[in-house]
């Protein structure tokens, strides 16, 4: 059974800094991962996404790796801003049989950024 | 419509009583997702519509729960003889197929007391 595990649970940092949040899943075979924003009361926002066969991806200040074979994800966001304050959540999308489109979630880590 | 959208936002509900909790989808979105967010808890998978047939429904915790979609559009996840633990934020999400690009609903924030 697919389990994905995020640390830290909680992160605050002052603004400026850079920081990295990580993603671990206990079964390699996953047909993608995404990273997703989510705002209090709010959906889901996808951040981005890595194909199995590719090893990162970045948007702007965001950049997100994958070691598949470790069962590993980071997300790194460079010059942190007080906008940034959310819960990042990191989800498997499992390949094979149960590739049905659905998101095996972690519990998310909630970052805080100080002014 | 421009996003996915669930009602009611919230709701409270005693004990026992069913629920019905609705999702629209974007429209032309054939795949979509019932999620549910228990406080500290990640997002667990419900079930999964493609049309309106539901060719996975692990994720439902129990035959009190329920979901129909019809004209492969509007969704209702039923809740019957709601208990204390099905307090949680629901969240529906739908895509093109089943492809990546999913959009996520604000979710309903159900409370059982």
């Known amino acids: 059974k697919q389990e994905v595990t995020q640390i830290p649970a909680a992160l605050s940092v002052p603004e400026g800094e850079n920081l990295v949040l990580n993603c671990s899943f206990t079964?390699?075979?996953?047909?993608?991962l995404q990273w997703f924003r989510q705002d209090p009361g709010k959906g889901l926002t996808s951040l981005l996404l890595i194909q199995s066969s590719q090893r990162e991806q970045t948007s702007g200040r965001l950049n997100a790796s994958l070691d598949k074979s470790s069962g590993r994800s980071t997300l790194y966001i460079a010059a942190s801003q007080p906008g940034d304050s959310a819960t990042y959540l990191c989800?498997?999308?499992?390949?094979?049989?149960?590739?049905?489109?659905?998101?095996?979630f972690g519990q998310g880590t909630t970052l805080q950024v100080k002014p | 419509g421009a996003g996915v959208s669930q009602s009611p936002s919230n709701k409270v509900t005693e004990k026992g009583k069913d629920v019905e909790l609705r999702c629209d989808p974007i429209s032309g979105h054939t795949a979509l997702y019932w999620y549910r967010q228990s406080l500290g808890q990640g997002l667990e998978f419900l079930i999964y519509?493609?049309?309106?047939?539901?060719?996975?429904k692990s994720g439902l915790p129990s035959d009190r729960f329920s979901a129909e979609r019809t004209g492969g559009s509007v969704s209702t996840l039923t809740i019957q003889r709601t208990q204390q633990e099905d307090s949680a934020v629901y969240l529906c999400?739908?895509?093109?197929?089943?492809?990546?690009?999913?959009?996520f609903g604000s979710g309903t924030r159900l409370t059982v007391v």
């Open positions: 079964d390699s075979a996953i047909y993608n």
């Open positions: 999400a739908s895509s093109l197929m089943n492809r990546e690009s999913y959009t």
């Open positions: 989800a498997v999308r499992p390949d094979g049989s149960g590739n049905t489109g659905k998101l095996i």
């Open positions: 519509f493609q049309g309106n047939s539901a060719p996975d």
